[in-house]
């Protein structure tokens, strides 16, 4: 047996075997592998394998971002293109008209006044945009 009743308790002779299980060993693997099933469980998914067929046509082409930009002194652009401010509602008709994504970016310069960016998201709206971003950069940690 590993251990004897008949002692007191709390008396222990030397040499004798000690009953307890240590499980801070076991603790420390149990960390161990919820930490590698975390780490690897979102590398695991992979979606369903399908064998797609081969065609011989050309890929769709891939519509570019179109993004407005509006600078400190109220310049706007599109894209690498200057627009005139009267003409942005225009030219924002024309671009879009033949586009299947109707979704504008749009970055406002940070020194701007609230209601020049206002006012710009609601001519943008007037010429049909359905779907506007807004572009920021990540705030910076201190």
């Known amino acids: 047996m590993a251990f004897k009743t008949d002692e007191s308790p709390g008396a222990r002779r030397i040499g004798t075997n000690m009953a307890e299980i240590n499980i801070i060993p ?3 693997v149990v960390l161990v592998l919820l930490l590698i099933f975390m780490l690897t469980a979102p590398m695991m998914y992979r979606g369903i394998d399908v064998n797609l067929p081969k ?3 050309k890929p769709t082409a891939v519509e570019e971002r179109m993004v407005l930009t509006v600078t400190k002194d109220h ?3 599109l894209n690498d293109r200057r627009l005139s401010s009267n003409g942005l509602e225009m030219e924002l008709r024309r ?4 586009r299947t994504d109707k979704t504008l970016y ?3 310069d940070a020194g701007l006044a609230y209601g ?3 006012e710009t998201m609601d001519r943008v709206r007037r010429a049909g945009i359905e ?3 807004m ?3 990540p705030a910076r940690e201190r």
């Open 75 to 77: 310049a706007l652009y």
């Open 26 to 28: 076991l603790v420390d």
């Open 95 to 98: 671009t879009f008209a033949n």
């Open 55 to 57: 065609a011989s046509s």
């Open 131 to 133: 779907r506007l971003g």
């Open 135 to 137: 572009v920021t950069e």
């Open 116 to 118: 020049a960016v206002v």
């Open 106 to 108: 749009l970055k406002a």
